[in-house]
Nanobody, 123 residues
């Protein structure tokens, strides 16, 4: 069992930056790949970024590539999402999730989800 708690969301102007954190409970955190997803009002939840259990591999949605960076610290049971050059279209609730699968962009590959943190980017 893994419990996930996101933090770091907030209101930021376009062009600004935020860093999201996702703290995990449980001693098996380092055995999971971790992902970030987001869901805007009226839209489906979409993949943002993922990182392998070791941190050696990362994967990004085209819409955030070059602006967002995912990282993890297994000693702290935490995964991060550094978001730079934010745009109004990045406004959404951001969720972290844990997966033992290999198709990281797919929601059903994830076994555990956090409750989400709101990110609002003003123009």
């Amino acid at each position: 069992q893994v419990q996930l708690v996101e933090s770091g969301g907030g209101l930021v102007q376009a062009g600004g930056s935020l860093r999201l954190s996702c703290a995990a409970s449980g001693r098996t955190f380092s055995s999971y790949a971790m992902g970030w997803f987001r869901q805007a009002p009226g839209k489906e939840r979409e993949f943002v970024a993922a990182i392998s259990w070791s941190g050696g591999s990362t994967y990004y949605a085209d819409s955030v590539k070059g602006r967002f960076t995912i990282s993890r610290d297994n000693a702290k049971n935490t995964v991060y999402l550094q978001m730079n050059s934010l745009k109004p279209e990045d406004t959404a609730v951001y969720y972290c999730a844990a997966s033992r699968g290999s198709s990281w962009a797919l929601l059903y590959e994830y076994d555990y989800w956090g409750q989400g943190t709101q990110v609002t980017v003003s123009s």
